[in-house]
């Protein structure tokens, strides 16, 4: 996981101090954009395996989503993969902009989409929009419907008003980010509703309790070491609440 002990990808290291791991203000002259570019090399690593458990689908279908496959008669090329580029495995991890486009993907998929015409779309947004992940950026989430609307039916919808608009799970999924600087700068995994939160500017990227910048899997590791959930949210000041949330988190 990344920012657990003991599973740090190389680009955790030669940190020096907590202090390495505060990004620039903005005074600094520099958009969001490019810190959050600069923090997801440095310190952004997921695996298929995570990247999966946070989308709620498999690791094996993240990694053909990168790598493509082939079968009998048929191959399918990468829906999300850089062309050219290493797939996500033991020489590469995720980075967070890849990991908002899973969860994205496995949206699309649930809704019916085949894998040729998410990767044309996905071809396409890259084009429009000058960007290697563009279902991480906002105007995927102004533009996004009409853009798409001819990709595949049950994606958009009809507002009261007559206009394209998102169908509800997609909806729904984009009311879990934050941007800022036009990109994904947070995502509630779980929905606004729980403390879980995925920033790359916290806890090097690991799911965190909001408001603590405690990762979830700490939680986890006390709870299976045999403390009861009430010991931890006392130790941690916590409510029982967030201690369950994380626990269900790691285990669900």
Not at 15 to 44: C, H, Q, Y
Not at 107 to 130: I, N, P, V
Not at 162 to 168: C, E, I, S, V
Not at 206 to 228: F, K, N
């Amino acid at each position: 996981m990344a920012g657990q002990p003991g599973s740090e990808p190389n680009v955790f290291r030669g940190i020096a101090s907590p202090s390495d791991l505060v990004p620039p203000t903005r005074s600094a002259g520099r958009p969001f954009s490019a810190i959050l570019d600069r923090l997801v090399k440095e310190l952004g690593g997921y695996r298929a395996s995570e990247a999966a458990r946070y989308a709620e689908t498999s690791a094996a279908t993240v990694a053909r989503w990168f790598r493509g496959y082939e079968a009998p008669g048929h191959r399918m090329a990468p829906v999300l993969g850089r062309r050219g580029g290493v797939p996500p495995g033991e020489r590469r991890l995720l980075s967070y902009l890849e990991l908002i486009e899973v969860a994205f993907v496995a949206d699309f998929r649930r809704l019916g989409m085949a894998l040729e015409r998410l990767r044309q779309a996905h071809d396409y947004l890259r084009t429009t929009f000058g960007v290697a992940h563009p279902f991480a950026e906002v105007r995927f989430r102004s533009d996004g419907a009409h853009l798409l609307a001819p990709f595949g039916e049950g994606l958009v919808a009809a507002d009261a008003g007559g206009q394209l608009a998102w169908a509800t799970p997609i909806a729904a999924r984009l009311e879990q980010f934050d941007y800022d600087g036009g990109t994904v700068s947070r995502w509630y995994p779980r929905g606004r509703a729980g403390p879980i939160a995925i920033d790359p500017r916290l806890g090097l990227g690991a799911p965190v309790i909001e408001g603590t910048g405690l990762p979830t899997w700490a939680v986890r590791d006390r709870h299976r070491a045999g403390e009861s959930a009430a010991a931890i949210a006392e130790d941690f000041r916590l409510s029982e609440a967030q201690v369950q949330a994380a626990l269900a988190f790691e285990t669900g």
